[in-house]
């Protein structure tokens, strides 16, 4: 059996990117989205309205729903309106990325964060301190998070930002998994020539981790962190339907779903378009992680 060839993370996401149609696609989907979040104010600015102002002119007078066919899409509205208020929704969804995105993508280099330093240290040092993290791991991936989420967003003051509370509540619960994963690659590594070599040569454990193991758990890190920004951002979005997430007047795409909810059986417009951006976003992510995860192959890890 021939001996697999090592290549950088650069080359092997341009290679997937190149030979897999469904992570170029999930790629697309992803980068089309974030420019939207990014310059959601040019957006809104071109089409003529921002997702806070209240447009009574908009809805029917008698019914309260958006004024004409397809809840109020119209070349002035290009997604409609929400019902009573007349806000637009346009500006609502593409807020609306802004928010998800800084939440999803915050929260996951927290989780990322910790469950490689926490993985590393138990793969690496071993015994209690292996055995703590392990116990640790088991206690939260078997923890009611969403109840706690929940609790703990009912009696935070509103006066503390609701965004930075969710990334590090999000996060702070989302390391485990990663931990489990990077302990098993360090506990492989650290049997490799070059780690033993490193550490006879008086290397000391942060030395080694840095110089040593990290280059070698970029792939993994890399597919773990694709794979995990969805979960993120489809977990803010819960919240925000359940009514603890992010407060009024931010825009959410979980929020909007939420409302929507009511209006669904005379006015289904009004769930389609933030639904539909919360399905693209998580499916391209997780499309452009499958790949990565068949292109990074752990295999290919250490290999020098």
């Not at 170029?24 to 809104?44: E, P, Q, R, S, Y």
Request: charged letters at 15%; zero cysteines.
């Amino acid at each position: 059996m021939s001996t697999p060839v090592a290549r950088s993370v650069p080359a092997a996401i341009s290679a997937v990117l190149a030979r897999d149609r469904w992570a170029l696609a999930g790629t697309v989907t992803v980068v089309v989205i974030a420019l939207a979040a990014i310059f959601a104010d040019v957006l809104t600015a071109l089409e003529g309205h921002d997702p806070y102002t209240y447009d009574s002119s908009a809805l029917d007078v008698n019914t309260g729903l958006p004024a004409g066919p397809f809840g109020g899409v119209s070349g002035d509205h290009w997604f409609g309106v929400e019902p009573l208020t007349g806000r637009d929704l346009f500006a609502i969804v593409v807020h609306g990325a802004r928010t998800s995105f800084l939440i999803g993508l915050a929260a996951t280099l927290v989780s990322i964060g910790l469950g490689v330093l926490v993985g590393a240290a138990a793969g690496y040092l071993g015994g209690w301190v292996d055995r703590v993290v392990t116990w640790s791991a088991d206690v939260f991936l078997g923890f009611p998070y969403l109840v706690f989420m929940i609790a703990l967003g009912a009696v935070v003051p509103a006066e503390f930002p609701r965004v930075l509370l969710l990334v590090v509540v999000i996060g702070f619960f989302g390391w485990p998994s990663t931990a489990r994963v990077v302990r098993a690659q360090v506990l492989t590594l650290k049997e490799r020539n070059f780690v033993k070599a490193a550490r006879v040569l008086g290397a000391s454990p942060w030395q080694v981790f840095r110089t040593e193991l990290l280059p070698n758990l970029w792939g993994p890190v890399l597919v773990m962190a694709t794979l995990s920004v969805p979960g993120k951002i489809g977990l803010e979005a819960a919240l925000s339907f359940l009514g603890v997430g992010v407060l009024p007047p931010t825009p959410s795409w979980g929020r909007s779903i939420s409302a929507a909810i009511d209006w669904v059986g005379v006015d289904p417009m009004y769930l389609i378009f933030p639904g539909v951006a919360l399905f693209a976003v998580t499916w391209g992510f997780n499309a452009l992680g499958d790949g990565l995860r068949d292109a990074l192959d752990p295999r290919w890890g250490g290999n020098r």
